[in-house]
Each structure stands twice: as structure tokens, then as C-alpha cells.
């Protein structure tokens, strides 16, 4: 969202910083359109090397999820960036199982995981209804005003993830 907050500000002559999201729906914010919004995303996994990652050692901690069992990754962004979205992985060094890309973000709950990790306030939401599946919830400031929910914890840091995926699998 950096990147993509970048090209908003150099386009616009704008000011934003990630900060500034705090609705899933951020074109509203940005005064943009939907369209304009998902090229703007795009354009900035194009130039995938200026994204940073998430928090530091992020590798390192997503890797610690394979002694629980397979890793995926799952996206709803465009076919186009599916390509940048697997360099910057490279790049990472984060391996993982398969790449998945759905058509939506809510696509994702047909998918038959038993822990889905996302920064969707629309995904957590949709957990709700499909018993025995669990969320985690990666906090981000468009994902903040996310009411409580049973089978949802929500976190701020990757280091919290493991414990969390431990105790829902010998919850299930």
C-alpha cells in the first residue's frame, strides 16, 4: 500500500500515507475511482521491487507456519501482477506451497482452508458462516473498526501467528 500510495500522491498531488486508509473501500478516500484504484495497485506491483515488506524477517516468520502444514499463498490481485507478486516472493525469500489467485477477495472463503491469514475486514467477515474454519486477522488501518469475532484473532505482528495457528488446529 506504500507503493500504491506513492503513485496516488505523484498523480494527484496528494499526501497520503498508508495511515490514511482506514476503510477497506479506499478509492472513497483517495477520490478516485474503483478502476483507477486497481491500476494504481497494479502499476505498483509492476514496479514490485519498491514494495516493502510487512514487517521485518518476514520470511523467517511465515516459514515458522510449515510445522503446522502446507503453505499457501492466496491473492485476489489482478492476473496481470501475478507474475511481480511471485518475483517480490522470490525476492523474499518466502516459500510457500502453491500460489493461488481467486477472482475476489471473497472468492477465497470456496477455498477449503482451515486458516486463512488477510488484512480483509470482507474476508474475517465472511468467516463467520463457514464452521471450523479459523482467521487471522493482520491488522492494517482499513481493517481497525473490525468488531470481535468468535474463530477471528486478530494481530499485529507476525511473530504472534504461529501460536495462534497451533491453537486453532488442536481446537478443530
Given at each position: 500500500m506504500a507503493a500504491c500510495c506513492d503513485i496516488i500522491n505523484r498523480k494527484h498531488s496528494t499526501h497520503f500515507e498508508v495511515s490514511s486508509f482506514i476503510r477497506w473501500n479506499?478509492?472513497?478516500i483517495a477520490n478516485i475511482t474503483p478502476d483507477e484504484f486497481f491500476r494504481t495497485l497494479d502499476q505498483a506491483w509492476f514496479d514490485w521491487r519498491t514494495i516493502p515488506p510487512t514487517e521485518k524477517d518476514l520470511a523467517e516468520k511465515v516459514g515458522r507456519l510449515r510445522e503446522f502444514g502446507r503453505v499457501d499463498i492466496v491473492?485476489?490481485?489482478?492476473?496481470?501482477?501475478?507474475?511481480a507478486a511471485k518475483a517480490w516472493l522470490e525476492a523474499q525469500?518466502?516459500?510457500?506451497?502453491?500460489?493461488?489467485r481467486t477472482n475476489s477477495g471473497m472468492d477465497k472463503l470456496d477455498l477449503s482452508y482451515d486458516v486463512?491469514?488477510?488484512?480483509?475486514?470482507?474476508l474475517m467477515l465472511g468467516l463467520r458462516s463457514k464452521p471450523g474454519r479459523?482467521?487471522?486477522?493482520?491488522?492494517?488501518p482499513w481493517n481497525k473498526e473490525l468488531p470481535t469475532m468468535p474463530r477471528i484473532c486478530r494481530v499485529d505482528s507476525w511473530d504472534k501467528i504461529p501460536g495462534l495457528v497451533q491453537v486453532m488446529l488442536n481446537t478443530k
Open positions: 479506499a478509492w472513497e491473492t485476489s490481485r489482478s492476473p496481470e501482477t501475478t507474475a525469500e518466502i516459500h510457500y506451497g502453491s500460489f493461488v486463512f491469514i488477510d488484512d480483509s475486514p470482507d479459523y482467521g487471522i486477522l493482520y491488522t492494517q
